[in-house]
């Protein structure tokens, strides 16, 4: 038999067995990066030289999504949104980028504050890095408010690796030396007296373009990164040659936002330039942020209309960026298994929406299995503390009825929004709950 033959002959048996190993999990395990959480791994990130360098000086990038203006798309600011966004999409970190105005912060400044409150919180929870953003483009004319709401945060949270600040979104065409340097001395001085190492991003005049500009009169403080803000088919080489710029000048920089979009967040789907783009934050070691995680109907949006608060978006729910950009943090991510995904795999696996809803003081929750599974129904508080399980068990295929008592155990729940978590072998599913007393 020629050999040709016989590679033909038992190529498949090879194959067969090949792809036996594998899904036995012995040839790839499937624990890559399982075992320890990015913050695990990196711990306190800090700037040496032009770099951000890890706990032990290696340069580090970070890559993940920026939510979108807390006033306008404030429902993904929750804790099963961001942990879907670390298990499926495999983000190191994520941005909460709090709108200071128009009917932002400065008009609510308790309600915006507890949607960072969470996503801070839940990052914490999961081991990513989390950047807390003052989405402003005239921050300067806010220099008080800032100070306050920064020396909050790092009273909180300023001892915890995860944290990382961003103190000026997008300074407009203003003067980096007379007008968004002394804002950053400022709100620096105070964060420091308090933390005195977490990783500092500092918007740059243009929209955050003008990072060679700040180069040139860096600010005097360590743990500083510029931010380098770019939408792809808008900012094309000449900005990356701005930025080449300010890397040679000895700036750190961070892509705390960018689109693959116009510079409006909508247009033109440039995939040409998103790929020199990546090329060049990969090669010069760049962390970033993609805008945004949101729904709302322009090119950017990484959601099409009506994608779950709580995550679990199937592949229908994404945008053509969002797609994009999903696989390519699933690249960059070091897991093996990332790729694989269940969801909704049992369209008889159901969880039906509570009722009463809103409720007072109890209400019975729904759920529906197609086979024998072990099921887990667990609530949740805004901020992501288990309230409650419910259920914790092996159940037979069947319809079942749970009850969840705010008033239970001596419990006495405040008035709010809670959410009921199911969760039958590999499917889960979440919904909203609403107690008013
Ligand atoms: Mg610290």
């Known amino acids: 038999m020629p050999k040709i033959e016989i590679i033909k002959k038992i190529f498949p048996a090879i194959f067969f067995i090949l792809v036996n190993l594998i899904l036995a999990n012995e040839v790839f395990p499937f624990s890559s990066d399982s075992d320890s959480t990015p913050v695990e791994k990196y711990g306190q990130i800090r700037v040496e030289g032009n770099r ?45 980028a709090m709108g200071i105005e128009p009917d932002g912060y400065l008009t609510n400044p308790d309600t915006e504050k507890n949607k960072i409150f969470s996503v801070i919180n839940k990052s914490i929870d999961l081991g990513i890095y989390v950047i807390v953003d003052w989405h402003d483009h005239n ?41 968004v340097k002394p804002y950053a001395e400022a709100v ?36 500083i990164a510029y931010a380098l803000h770019f939408y792809a088919a808008t900012h ?25 979009s116009e510079s409006s967040g909508t247009g033109k789907l440039d995939t040409v330039e998103t790929e020199r783009w990546l ?7 760049l962390s970033w942020c993609n805008w945004s995680v949101a729904d709302k109907n322009e090119t950017s949006a990484a959601l099409k209309g009506g994608a ?21 943090l699933i690249f ?14 049992f369209q008889s696996f159901k969880l039906i929406q509570n009722y009463p809803n809103p409720f007072n003081p109890s ?15 667990r609530v949740f508080d805004i901020l992501g503390n288990e309230v409650t399980t419910l259920v914790n068990e092996e159940k037979s295929a069947g319809v079942y009825e749970a009850e969840f008592k705010s008033n239970e155990n001596n419990k006495n729940l405040s008035s709010g929004i809670y959410f009921c978590r199911f969760e039958a072998d590999n499917f889960f599913q979440t919904k909203k709950m609403v107690l008013i007393k």
């Open 52 to 96: 951000i360098v890890d706990k032990n000086g290696n340069p580090v990038a970070l890559h993940g999504m920026s939510l979108f203006w807390s006033q306008w798309i404030g429902k993904y600011y929750n804790p099963f949104c961001i942990e879907w966004l670390r298990s499926d999409w495999k983000i190191t970190v994520v941005r909460a």
């Open 139 to 179: 921050a300067h004319n806010h220099q008080a408010e800032a100070i306050g709401f920064f020396a909050e945060i790092a009273a909180l949270y300023g001892d915890q690796p995860n944290l990382i600040y961003e103190i000026y979104n997008e300074p407009t065409q203003v003067s980096w030396s007379n007008v």
């Open 188 to 223: 620096i001085d105070t964060i420091r007296s308090i933390d005195p190492d977490n990783l500092i991003i500092v918007g740059t005049p243009t929209w955050s373009q003008d990072v060679d500009i700040a180069a040139n009169d860096p600010l005097e403080y360590s743990n």
């Open 236 to 260: 094309k080489q000449s900005l990356r040659n701005k930025a080449a710029s300010a890397l040679g000048k000895g700036a750190a920089l961070f892509v705390s936002e960018w689109g693959t």
């Open 279 to 285: 090329n060049f934050m990969e090669q010069n070691k």
């Open 308 to 328: 779950s608060e709580f995550g679990e978006w199937n592949d229908t729910d994404l945008s053509a960026s969002g797609d994009l950009i999903r696989k390519k």
């Open 332 to 345: 960059l991510s070091d897991s093996v298994s990332t790729d694989i995904r269940v969801i909704n795999p």
């Open 363 to 377: 209400t019975r929750i729904v759920y529906q299995l197609d086979r024998k599974s072990h099921v887990v129904i």
